[in-house]
């Protein structure tokens, strides 16, 4: 075995795991450096396949049809203002022979069972790829600034990732050994942002003049807990922002100079459709990432990420349009057009999509309820439901029921703090047979609750395991949402599938969907859009938020369509990563509020799974990751 040095010296480009927090020490350059011991990779035969693993490694590089390959990730953080000026790596590699091809990276799978029987859920492998001699990955190394939330605090992100290459015609891999070198030479900032006066407010709603009144027992109840908080109305915010081009980005530069003036934490955006109608009364952005399923979808993570790094300023405002061809958040595989957000959330977005006056008051009595008088004997309950997201009768195999493995993880976070866990899987015989065992769960209240399955707006549920005859068994859906009984017993939800959280559905987009698909394209061909049930009145995470003494008190979920991947990789990236490192904020990060997991956990896709820039799918996932509620929401109440 041969043994390479790689030494990467100054390293500049414009561009969670355990982090590095540098504290304000000095004016001058500092020089940072850290040595990250690296063990012996584990080689495992997986039928044709190997499988290559390093135990430092926290996430795989996994493109469909290529090899997968373990990613060593360092973070760093840094504050706000810090210029980062040289950034060296010096690692050895050691070459080794290989007896078979490594095994190639999963399809990305819709969470959709009306697509999947349109599709195969079996990856196309990468032949140029494999027949090559060059070297996969191009480079072992990607660095990376950025600016966000990190452990609640606004930071300068730093993010290193080694990655091992492999030449595949010639079997050899090269693999980084016993020790990764980073020396880091940076300048902080004259004074850490945030150490101004800056105590004055800590959530900022907004929402329309109409609301406005109505809202404000909420700014009291806020207040009352310690959250300083404003209202503001979209109406003044589009008078006073003439500058920005449209209506949303009018809120973002809003967003932005709060952030610069009281370096506020939570938005709320109280607000969503008008009614049945295409008009919004606190507007969304519509991300344009063509998946060929979907040309868009709502992404309130435009709003929440503000700041992007700049090596002479440190930060400045992120547009979302990288390319400045004003098609905001663009991602096109070929032409070269995508757009690079910085991505990681600066400030905390929720958004409670209030479409009528008559919402507002039963929702500000549940938070109110919720923070006030929760108490363990039912929020040390959590409930998960699931089953197999994908077997063998929509293109997955025997043996790996991918809902059931990813709400497992959430049972392995929240058991040993000492939750009851509800574990409605289909796995189980009788624990759950359709949505009236779902509904009486949620009726003895709980704490937590994940669901992991397909869905669409209006509906939810998932596969008994191993299926092969196309059984599907519902779990919720809009209308059994009446049934819900748990008044002052309040989950917080995650809701895995499609569509789940699509809040921009109206029943007027049966038009709007005919003009832009067709008749065809809308209903007897792809993209099959009438079998998305865009066009109900409510979708389902709204109607859980919204239920009047029932539901839930806040809901994350998917404003498009979901992806995951099958088999033994259900929980390496995708829906099925995400979803459950909601819980682990809360159970293993100690984070107890809502917008703040929520944010983090966002922050820890693009961190440790990263290639968001690269990998539309990976984009997709935590752009349309939306929460609906309240950001500033304690976790188990006060």
């Given at each position: ?8 010296i100054g390293?500049?480009l ?9 504290g ?5 350059n500092?020089?940072?450096?850290t040595?990250?011991s ?5 080689i ?15 996430s795989?590089?996994?493109?469909e ?8 990730t ?5 504050p706000m ?7 060296d790596v010096d690692?050895n590699?050691v ?5 078979k091809?490594?095994q190639?990276s999963?399809?990305?799978v819709?969470?959709?069972d009306?697509?999947?029987?349109y599709?195969?859920t079996e ?16 480079e072992?190394l990607?660095?990376?600034?950025n600016?966000?939330?990190m452990?609640g605090?606004?930071v300068m ?7 091992p290459?492999?030449s ?11 020790e990764?070198?980073i020396?880091?030479?940076y300048?902080l900032?004259?004074e850490?942002?945030?150490t101004?006066?800056y105590?004055?407010?800590k959530?900022?709603i907004i929402t329309v003049?109409?609301?406005?009144d109505?809202?404000?027992p909420l ?7 310690g959250?300083n908080?404003m ?9 006073e922002?003439?500058?920005?081009r449209?209506?949303?980005e009018?809120i973002?530069?809003f ?6 003036t009281?370096?506020?934490s939570y938005?709320?955006l109280?607000?969503?459709r008008?009614?049945?109608t ?10 344009h990432n063509?998946?060929?399923?979907e040309?868009g979808?709502e ?7 503000i700041?992007?790094?700049n090596?002479i300023?440190?930060?400045?405002f ?6 400045k061809?004003?098609?905001i958040?663009?991602?096109s595989?070929f032409?070269g ?9 600066d400030v905390?977005?929720?958004r ?6 008559f919402e507002?008051?039963?929702m500000i ?9 929760a108490d363990?004997?039912?929020?040390k309950?959590?409930?998960v439901v699931?089953?197999d997201?994908?077997p063998?009768s929509r293109?997955?195999a025997?043996?790996?029921p991918e809902?059931e493995m990813e ?9 040993p ?13 009788g624990?759950?047979?359709?949505p009236e065992?779902v509904?009486?769960a949620?009726?003895e209240?709980a ?8 869905s669409?707006?209006?509906?939810w549920g ?7 005859d196309h059984v599907?068994?519902d779990?919720t859906?809009i209308?059994?949402?009446k ?7 309040y989950?917080?939800v ?16 049966i ?5 832009e ?10 993209p ?8 109900v ?8 938020v919204?239920?009047?003494d ?10 498009g369509?979901?992806?995951?991947y099958?088999?033994?990789?259900a929980t ?6 995400i979803?459950p490192?909601?819980?682990k904020?809360y159970?293993e ?10 944010s ?6 693009i961190?440790i ?5 690269k ?7 935590i752009?349309e ?6 950001p500033?929401l ?5």
């Amino acid at each position: 075995m041969k043994k390479i040095p790689i030494i990467i010296i100054g390293i500049l480009l414009i561009s969670s795991i355990a982090t590095i927090s540098i504290g304000i020490d000095a004016e001058e350059n500092l020089l940072k450096s850290t040595t990250l011991s690296i063990s012996k990779p584990m080689i495992t035969e997986i039928d044709e396949y190997i499988k290559v693993d390093i135990p430092e490694a926290e996430s795989l590089l996994q493109e469909e049809g290529k090899p997968i390959l373990p990613v060593i990730t360092k973070v760093f953080t840094y504050p706000m203002g810090t210029i980062i000026n040289d950034v060296d790596v010096d690692f050895n590699v050691v070459e080794k022979i290989l007896n078979k091809k490594i095994q190639p990276s999963p399809k990305p799978v819709p969470l959709s069972d009306d697509i999947l029987q349109y599709i195969s859920t079996e990856p196309i492998i990468d032949q140029h790829i494999y027949e090559s001699t060059d070297l996969y990955p191009s480079e072992p190394l990607i660095v990376s600034k950025n600016v966000g939330i990190m452990n609640g605090e606004n930071v300068m992100i730093l993010n290193v990732k080694v990655i091992p290459q492999y030449s595949p015609a010639n079997d050899i891999i090269y693999l980084p050994e016993d020790e990764i070198k980073i020396s880091v030479e940076y300048k902080l900032p004259d004074e850490t942002y945030g150490t101004q006066n800056y105590d004055d407010y800590k959530m900022v709603i907004i929402t329309v003049n109409e609301y406005k009144d109505k809202l404000q027992p909420l700014v009291t109840h806020k207040i009352n807990m310690g959250i300083n908080t404003m209202i503001k109305t979209a109406e003044d915010i589009y008078s006073e922002y003439p500058a920005g081009r449209d209506e949303a980005e009018k809120i973002k530069l809003f967003i932005y100079d709060m952030k610069e003036t009281y370096n506020i934490s939570y938005v709320l955006l109280a607000g969503g459709r008008k009614g049945q109608t295409l008009d919004w009364h606190i507007p969304s952005r519509t991300v344009h990432n063509d998946d060929k399923w979907e040309a868009g979808y709502e992404s309130d993570l435009y709003f929440g990420d503000i700041y992007k790094y700049n090596n002479i300023t440190g930060y400045e405002f992120e547009d979302w349009d990288t390319n400045k061809n004003g098609v905001i958040g663009e991602y096109s595989q070929f032409s070269g057009k995508s757009d690079r957000p910085d991505y990681y959330p600066d400030v905390s977005i929720g958004r409670i999509p209030f479409r009528y006056t008559f919402e507002i008051q039963p929702m500000i009595d549940k938070i109110v309820e919720y923070e006030t008088l929760a108490d363990d004997s039912w929020f040390k309950k959590a409930i998960v439901v699931s089953g197999d997201t994908f077997p063998p009768s929509r293109g997955g195999a025997a043996g790996w029921p991918e809902g059931e493995m990813e709400t497992n993880v959430t049972v392995g976070l929240l058991e040993p703090l000492g939750f009851t866990m509800i574990k409605l899987w289909l796995s189980i015989p009788g624990a759950w047979t359709g949505p009236e065992d779902v509904t009486n769960a949620i009726n003895e209240g709980a704490g937590f609750m994940h669901f992991a399955g397909h869905s669409n707006p209006a509906s939810w549920g998932n596969h008994p395991p191993d299926d092969e005859d196309h059984v599907f068994v519902d779990g919720t859906s809009i209308s059994e949402m009446k049934n819900y009984d748990n008044n002052g017993k309040y989950p917080i939800v995650v809701l895995g599938g499609c569509h789940s959280t699509q809040f921009n559905v109206t029943m007027m987009n049966i038009l709007a969907g005919i003009k832009e698909y067709g008749i065809q394209g809308y209903f007897f061909k792809a993209p099959f859009r009438f079998y998305y049930y865009e066009w109900v009145p409510r979708d389902m995470s709204s109607m859980l938020v919204l239920k009047k003494d029932g539901g839930a008190i806040a809901v994350m979920g998917n404003t498009g369509l979901g992806y995951g991947y099958t088999n033994e990789g259900a929980t390496t990236g995708l829906g099925g990563w995400i979803e459950p490192r909601f819980f682990k904020q809360y159970a293993e990060f100690g984070i107890d509020i809502v917008g703040l997991a929520h944010s983090q956990t966002i922050a820890d896709y693009i961190s440790i799974i990263g290639n968001v820039h690269k990998d539309q799918i990976d984009r997709k996932t935590i752009e349309e990751f939306a929460l609906l509620g309240d950001p500033s929401l304690k976790i188990g109440g006060y």
